[in-house]
């Protein structure tokens, strides 16, 4: 056998060797569904009071971003997802001062009433003297999803959204008027 035929045997073995290994793996599964809720993604941030004009508002903030990434753990059942969160943000003429404390949430209803279905995870807001606008990413939050079959995966949709008191959450819903 001259050199040509000897690699192309030897690069035949390989290959094949190579598709068996290929039917031997294990697809890996698809991360949970996250979706934003459409009435927590923006907040307007009114001061104490009754008015509710222009002047009256402290904060306005959306999230505008998130993204992440998953890992099943078949020996400990778990799926672990990781998630990053950006939020921009304006300080409005309400606010007193050069910070604002917000909260998001990160939730999954299979859990409820458990209080792992809810994550609600504070934000400190920091505008510089330069502008009123900042953008914020928070660090990487991961949560673990117990999975007993990968078959209860679609029942772990994760949703995520601004933190908003009860007049936050009407103010939105009006601003959208009738459904």
Avoid: W
């Avoid at 950006?86 to 409005?92: C, H, L, P, S």
């Avoid at 007193?96 to 999954?108: M, N």
């Amino acid at each position: 056998m001259n050199f040509a035929t000897r690699s192309i045997a030897l690069f035949t073995a390989l290959l094949a060797l190579s598709a068996c290994k290929a039917f031997d793996k294990e697809e890996p599964p698809i991360c949970p569904r996250v979706s934003a809720l459409a009435d927590s993604i923006a907040m307007t941030k009114f001061r104490s009071g009754p008015g509710r004009d222009l002047t009256d508002v402290e904060l306005k903030a959306e999230m505008t971003s998130y993204h992440g990434s998953c890992l099943y753990d078949a020996e400990a059942k778990q799926m672990r997802l990781t998630l990053e969160v950006g939020i921009d943000a304006e300080r409005r003429p309400a606010l007193a001062g050069r910070r604002a404390d917000i909260s998001y949430y990160i939730a999954i209803p299979a859990f409820y009433p458990d209080p792992q279905a809810k994550q609600v995870l504070p934000v400190t807001l920091e505008f510089s003297e330069a502008s009123n606008r900042v953008h914020y990413t928070d660090g990487e939050v991961e949560i673990s999803i117990p999975m007993a079959d990968m078959k209860d995966l679609p029942k772990y949709e994760v949703f995520v959204g601004l933190q908003l008191t009860p007049e936050e959450l009407a103010f939105n819903r009006q601003q959208k008027g009738p459904r």
